[in-house]
């Protein structure tokens, strides 16, 4: 009797010591995925979790903290696939562990309809995507934790982020899944869950609060000392002031983001790249087009080595823009990486890229690519079903192009496209809400700085008094600026209102009337300056009996530039004082060296050497100089 007992002890012991053997053995295989994860050798990371995640039968008695392990696993490895590049084929192997593993199928159901309605977010199929992702949150969630809970909010909040039908569902999951990550101190997905409900609230007019949301972010990730979240919702302000077309505060943040990625010690290759390309975005909507690229070449050595949209679609996206807008060559290079971005990035991105090569082959005159560029971007849209407000596209020019054509499906489609964007418009109007809560901001900042100021130095009441003066000075100006801005965009809002409303107004006539639309269009469209008395200052070569006329008619206009010109520039040469003329007539680099007779590469090396010796710096452009001696 007594051997039996003893044998059936040292049965069950062996059976424990070989389970909890088993178990190590799993959660080593684990971390062995990780770490091959953060050492960047991902195909040998995906197979680890492979392994791990089928090899577990679901037979096995698992605890609490192994169940967090194995669906943390799900987890990495989809963002394994993630930081490939490999959207599709993260699909097609979270299928494969899915039919292996009886842990998913069962106990783990949820984890796995989490993970793969946004896993297939991340490719066209969002239809799909939203509808697994609801199933998920109907299942029941087995060995809850509050991680678990965060992670399936915060993904059912960014796979709906873009559909309009969801927006209040979204907010709710948001702060449903900032709730979850409180508990759990995920400090970074916090952060995250604030900028998706920051980017919102800024969608939604609610500058207030995506900007108190923004700031939070910040002054939290401060005071933590997170120099990436500090990038990060650096980053958000920039989009946000950028949206509501307010280039200078965008600027503002950018030039702190730039500072502090300057500073840090361990970078983020991706944060640091979107960092430079923010300043470039800020500096391109400023007008100072010669710096942006200087910004861009930064962005793109950090890129090199992360995969395409990861941050290099944002750089293609950016040069294309910018170099659509000049000629020859370099209006060759924007087209090509347009369409780089049209092969390879999401649709979103992919509906930006269509839309500006539309734009440039209607404005080079040529309709039949630029049509083709029109079908893929409504190819798009209507695939995915964007709201106006989140791409933030132009429209008019495109109707205009169709208006001229006598297209009338094409004018119906792009009509309803324009009255969508143009009330996207009238609500982005800057209003009083904004300059509250900038001077809220700026308020509730300065008297926080007062008070350790005043505890430290209880004495330096003089100085705490010139600190008052210079805020009460900066909140002034903020003011000021910000009222001029919303009486600008008041005049524009209006003269939009009258014209849009014509136009719509003339969509809804006869057959008959449709030749009179686009004439009207037309003539509402005509360039109003009266260029005529510049095109005669300037002949088709200066050469040396042109010059001599030109000078003498540009000097009747323009009397004291010359005068002026000398005296800041004493050593200015014959070249360059033609060079400053021709920008004053607002000549292009192609234009110059037409009228110089001279390669378009020499007038930029002429530039150049004019901005060297004048000592200007990258942040200001030779046309602001010139236009500044214009106004002396």
């Not at 390879?344 to 991105?349: D, G, S, V």
């Not at 209880?458 to 000075?473: E, T």
């Not at 001029?484 to 524009?492: A, S």
């Not at 009747?556 to 070249?575: A, I």
Request: proline share 2%.
């Amino acid at each position: 009797m007594r051997s039996r007992i003893q044998g059936v002890i040292v049965l069950i012991f062996s059976l424990l010591t070989l389970c909890s053997s088993k178990c190590f053995a799993k959660d080593s295989l684990f971390q062995e995925a990780r770490k091959l994860q953060r050492e960047g050798r991902f195909d040998e990371a995906i197979s680890a979790y492979r392994n791990y995640l089928t090899g577990t039968t679901g037979e096995e008695n698992l605890t609490d903290d192994q169940f967090a392990t194995y669906t943390d696993a799900l987890v990495q490895l989809m963002n394994t696939f993630q930081s490939k590049g490999e959207p599709v084929e993260c699909i097609t192997v979270l299928q494969e562990v899915f039919m292996l593993s009886p842990l998913l199928q069962n106990e783990c159901l949820r984890d796995y309809y989490s993970v793969m309605g946004y896993a297939l977010s991340r490719t066209e199929e969002m239809k799909k995507a939203e509808e697994i992702t609801l199933k998920a949150l109907t299942l029941p969630l087995h060995h809850a934790t509050p991680e678990r809970y965060f992670r399936d909010y915060a993904y059912a909040a960014a796979v709906f982020y873009s559909n309009s039908e969801y927006q209040n569902e979204v907010i709710e999951w948001c702060h449903e899944a900032l709730v979850q990550a409180k508990a759990c101190k995920n400090t970074s997905g916090q952060q995250w869950v604030m900028s998706m409900l920051g980017s919102l609230y800024k969608r939604n007019g609610d500058l207030t609060g995506a900007m108190e949301l923004f700031q939070q972010s910040l002054d939290d990730s401060r005071s933590r000392g997170d120099e990436l979240g500090e990038l990060n919702s650096l980053s958000s302000l920039v989009d946000l002031f950028l949206y509501w077309d307010i280039p200078e505060y965008a600027d503002m943040y950018a030039s702190d983001a730039v500072y502090v990625e300057r500073r840090m010690t361990q970078k983020n290759p991706m944060v640091s790249a979107q960092t430079y390309i923010n300043k470039g975005r800020a500096l391109y909507q400023l007008g100072v087009r010669d710096s942006v690229l200087f910004y861009i070449e930064q962005a793109r050595k950090l890129c090199e080595i992360l995969p395409y949209n990861s941050g290099m679609v944002d750089i293609d996206l950016l040069n294309g823009i910018c170099l659509t807008e000049e000629e020859g060559e370099s209006l060759l290079e924007g087209i090509q990486c347009l369409r780089q971005v049209t092969r390879q990035a999401t649709a979103a991105n992919r509906a930006k890229a269509y839309h500006h090569l539309a734009q440039t082959y209607l404005k080079n005159r040529q309709d039949k690519e630029a049509e083709i560029m029109l079908d893929s971007l409504q190819s798009i849209l209507n695939q995915n079903g964007y709201p106006a407000q989140i791409l933030h596209l132009d429209y008019k020019p495109i109707l205009d192009h169709y208006v001229k054509k006598g297209n009338h499906l094409k004018i119906k489609q792009y009509g309803e496209l324009l009255i969508r964007e143009y009330q996207a418009f009238r609500e982005r109007g800057i209003n009083y809400n904004l300059v509250e809560s900038i001077v809220e901001l700026q308020t509730g900042n300065r008297l926080q700085e007062l008070k350790i100021v005043q505890l430290k130095h209880a004495n330096q009441r003089l100085w705490l008094l010139n600190y008052i003066v210079i805020s009460l000075i900066i909140i002034a100006v903020v003011i000021i600026l910000l009222i001029y801005q919303n009486k600008r965009h008041k005049i524009l809002m209006r003269q939009a209102d009258d014209r849009y409303s014509y136009v719509l107004q003339k969509l809804n006539q006869s057959n008959m009337e449709k030749e009179k639309i686009a004439q009207e269009v037309n003539e509402f469209l005509r360039d109003k300056d009266n260029r005529q008395e510049l095109e005669t200052l300037t002949p088709h070569v200066l050469k040396e009996s042109g010059e001599t006329k030109f000078r003498q008619c540009f000097e009747l206009l323009y009397p004291l530039f010359l005068h002026r010109l000398r005296e800041k520039v004493p050593s200015v040469t014959r070249r360059e004082e033609l060079l400053s003329m021709l920008i004053a007539l607002h000549q292009d680099n192609k234009e110059i060296a037409d009228l110089l007779a001279i390669a378009p590469r020499s007038v930029l090396m002429l530039r150049h050497r004019f901005r060297q010796k004048i000592g200007m710096n990258t942040d200001v452009s030779l046309e602001n100089f010139i236009e500044d001696l214009l106004r002396i």
